[in-house]
């Protein structure tokens, strides 16, 4: 990929991307395999590549410059560096990005500047799917949420595909990106996002993968290696929006979801109205007070999708009690993955593979099927 932000050094955040892409795959699929090495995996598969340009469904953008001339894209050595023209966006989200600049002037909103703590917008956070886009305005405070939304027709007709528009309040002098307060402003408040015919729905800060192909074969391949397992129960520990779960039910299969953030669970229980299936149950809760107060109930699966510190060992302990027949983890902290196996000294690695979630960086997503030891059920 050739990047002109990475040539002139105004922006560094694609490590590898002077690395052909082929090369790529190879260093972290040998990273994989060191790493799983000790653990003995039955089978570690292909790696699951990524288109190489356009594969980015979210923009995070600092807003920098003046209010007659503002910059979305980041600080670098000092300079207010634009980055609408990134490669990583697809053309329509890059064409979205240049008419939001536009707006921002239009509407004459001040960014936020660092140096003196003065201004009023400080991000903008755009995702795409489908062609369309959810566009979310990141203030320091309340002043001007009105002149927003007075704006919200004209905004609309001139920008038709943005579908859901928010106001976010970070008021804090910090390196944080959102605050708690959130003002939807449109009518319609869930983002759609479909995958592999299933309806998933993304709502403010709710989380989903910002590499939408990569996600969709990341699912896929989860419902595929179950596809022929006996089971019958499912729990789906840190569900976020359902993405994982509700690609891996049918309609004899019970699945209970959990995730924390209240408003993701809102998300996935839209999407299992949508499905139709009677089995669906989704709560808020955190995933070790969950598997604390069931902790002697018997689920054939639970899938696990942790954040970047992996499960710990409180969680850990608690899946070796619980002892269902099989886990499916995934995860995009390779370190605390492997740890996290480590402690589960009850199960054998059947499958790995690597889904290339971040292509032109080190990081990778990878996907585990584990089963438990001594059980003439074996898959394989």
């Known amino acids: 990929m050739i990047c002109r932000y990475y040539e002139q050094q105004k922006c560094l955040s694609c490590q590898w991307i002077t690395k052909p892409y082929a090369e790529q795959i190879d260093e972290k699929q040998q990273t994989l395999s060191s790493q799983l090495s000790a653990l003995k995996p039955k089978s570690i598969l292909s790696p699951m590549t990524s288109p190489t340009v356009a594969f980015r469904n979210k923009a ?4 920098l410059g003046t209010v007659e001339r503002p910059v979305l894209g980041i600080m670098t050595n000092g300079e207010a560096v634009d980055l609408c ?24 909103l001040v960014p936020y500047n660092i140096r003196r703590k003065k ?6 956070i755009l995702t795409e799917a489908q062609d369309q886009f959810m566009l979310r305005f990141v203030l320091r405070s309340d002043k001007d949420r009105p002149k927003i939304t007075a704006a919200l027709s004209d905004i609309q007709a001139s920008i038709p595909q943005i579908t859901v528009i928010s106001i976010n309040i970070q008021p804090q002098h910090a390196a944080i990106l959102e605050g708690e307060q959130e003002y939807v402003l449109t009518k319609q408040q869930q983002f759609p996002i479909e995958l592999n015919h299933i309806p998933l729905f993304i709502e403010k800060g709710s989380f989903f993968q910002t590499n939408t192909f990569v996600a969709g074969q990341l699912y896929l391949t989860a ?25 891996c039910i049918t309609p004899s299969r019970q699945l209970i979801g959990i995730e924390i953030n209240s408003e993701a669970i809102e998300c996935a ?24 107060l069931h902790v002697d109930d018997h689920p054939d ?22 002892s269902p027949q099989f886990i499916l983890y995934s995860s995009c902290n390779l370190e605390t993955l492997v740890s996290d196996l480590h402690y589960l000294t009850d199960y054998q690695v059947n499958y790995a593979q690597l889904f290339d979630m971040f292509p032109h960086t080190p990081h990778m997503e990878v ?11 074996s898959i394989l």
């Not at 989200?93 to 008419?99: C, I």
């Not at 201004?119 to 903008?124: L, Q």
């Not at 699966?301 to 619980?322: A, E, M, Y």
């Open 223 to 247: 419902k595929q290696w179950l596809a022929t397992l006996s089971i019958n129960l499912i729990w789906d520990l840190f569900c976020g929006v359902g993405g994982f779960g509700l690609h």
């Open 301 to 322: 699966l639970i899938l696990v999708n942790p954040p970047r510190r992996g499960l710990g060992l409180t969680l850990v302990n608690d899946l070796q009690h619980i």
């Open 85 to 108: 023209d990134c490669p990583l966006y697809s053309d329509n989200m890059r064409f979205t990005l240049y008419k939001i600049r536009k707006l921002i002037k239009k509407l004459q």
């Open 367 to 377: 996907l585990v099927l584990l089963e438990k030891l001594n059980d003439k059920r």
């Open 269 to 292: 229980k839209q999407s299992a109205a949508k499905i139709g299936y009677d089995k669906i149950r989704f709560q808020s809760l955190d995933a070790s007070q969950f598997t604390h």
């Open 119 to 124: 201004g009023e917008i400080k991000f903008v």
């Open 60 to 63: 995070k953008m600092a807003v």
